[in-house]
């Protein structure tokens, strides 16, 4: 099923997310009330939230153009050695903008 | 884990404004990527209003990011649920690595201290609290700060983003790509977490190549999930 986002439809996409993100801020306060969460069930969240990140990223990386894939290159690179998310993201999107220039 | 009977949970005005001024400085930077978030979502063609309600409502930059990926005509809505779930489900860890102090509160103290959860005051008021001092101040007043300051900055992105012509040639349209890729890039490394991030690449290309579109996402965060839990770690983290 899926919802058109002309018209409303945007704004019942945002309220959708809205309460997602709500239910994961109170699942695990209200969860806690009743069981505590085990170690298997924090592992699998754990590797669940760093992998989707992954997965979102790996087809934009292989089916991007080489400014996109120098782009992400930068970013990890300046983010190994520095460590900080505002330069590492400056550097990736200036490599895209020289890398399309010529 | 403390559980004492100082008054550690307790917040009042004053702890919650001592809060916000202890996470202005963190803030700056969220306006920025606020920026980046507005001018990364007028480029994937949502309008201005919704994606200022998105960023007061939602307030979680990387869901966000990755809703627009998702963006088009149409929008899968299981698709949309799983992933904005997914990129969120750490605010469960949050709530229950909290909760020894929020269980000690009404729960509409509880819910309501809960409501501006995020990662940097959560971490300060883990630290916090661990130190044994005051957390709950932090954690509701530093997440008002960053909140404030991220809707204000998602503002200032559609603002002043509307004036750039061809964003591609800029590089503008690699900002989610980059920021998603900085928050993976600058979490907790070891051999696991890589071993389980190339399964979920993996997972998300066959997805991508061989099974319904936006698939992908869900099949590779499932993918790590599963195998975070059959690697599973000696757990003191969190």
Known sequence: MSIETA?????????????????????????MSYVPISDRVKQFINAMSGSVLVALLAPMAINGDNGARLALLATAITMLLIKKPLPAIAAGILTAALFRQF | MLDSDAK?????????????????????????????????????????????IMSTLVFAGASQFATLELWGPQVPIATLVITVFAINARHLLMGATLYPWLRQLSPAKRYGAMLFASDANWAMSMQAFSRGQPGMGLLLGGGLA??????????????FGGAIHDPKSLGLDMVMGCFLLAMVVGGKKNLRLLIIWIIAACASL?????????????????????????????????
């Open chain 1, 7 to 31: 018209g409303f439809g945007a704004l019942v996409i945002v309220l959708v997310m809205s309460v997602v993100t709500l239910a994961t801020r109170w699942g695990g306060v209200f969860v």
């Open chain 2, 146 to 159: 960053l909140w404030s300051f991220w809707v204000l900055g998602t503002w200032l992105g559609i603002y």
């Open chain 2, 8 to 52: 550690l949970h307790e917040f009042n005005r004053q702890t919650v404004w001592a809060g916000f001024k202890q996470l202005v400085p963190i803030s700056v930077f969220v306006i920025a990527f606020g920026a980046a978030f507005g001018l990364a979502a007028t480029q994937s063609g949502l309008d201005d209003a919704s994606i200022v």
């Open chain 2, 206 to 238: 066959m997805a991508y190549w061989y099974l319904p579109s936006n698939s992908h996402v869900v099949v590779g965060a499932l993918a790590g999930g599963v195998m975070g839990t059959l690697w599973g770690e000696k757990s003191n983290e969190h």
